[in-house]
């Protein structure tokens, strides 16, 4: 079961992002599915310990592409991030406590704040990042 699926409103124009968001994307179908198929819930919560791990480095790649750039929703950027990391701990210490996986609370406060957060917040940085470093053309000049 897929339960988000990268299209081209995901986009946020960079193509290293995307590519980092099309990873962390599929980490999260495959533990849906994983899930949906009965694996266990330690199992569960190791795939779940990768997926905050990559999302850690994603959101770190993030913060020092925006920080030299002088990007001026840095701070509410970066507590986005922060929100993000504590979602998924609370889900990942639930999962564990309650050996139980819940889709319904995987959904909302995994999924869903990923999906908003990649439309509104990264779709940001990436307009300011193309604003900033214009795509260069062969020769040098700005396309
Ligand atoms: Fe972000
Ligand atoms: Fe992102």
Redesign the pocket.
Known sequence: MSVIEWDKKLSVGIGVIDALHKNLIGQMNNIALSAELGARPNDLAVLLRMLRADMRDH?DF?EALMDPMGYSQYKL?RN??LRADELLAEFHDNLLKEQRFSLSSYLTSVVHYFYS?IRC??RS?GEFARDQFPRQEPSGRAA
């Open positions: 959101c993030e950027h986005e991030h957060h917040v990264d940085l």
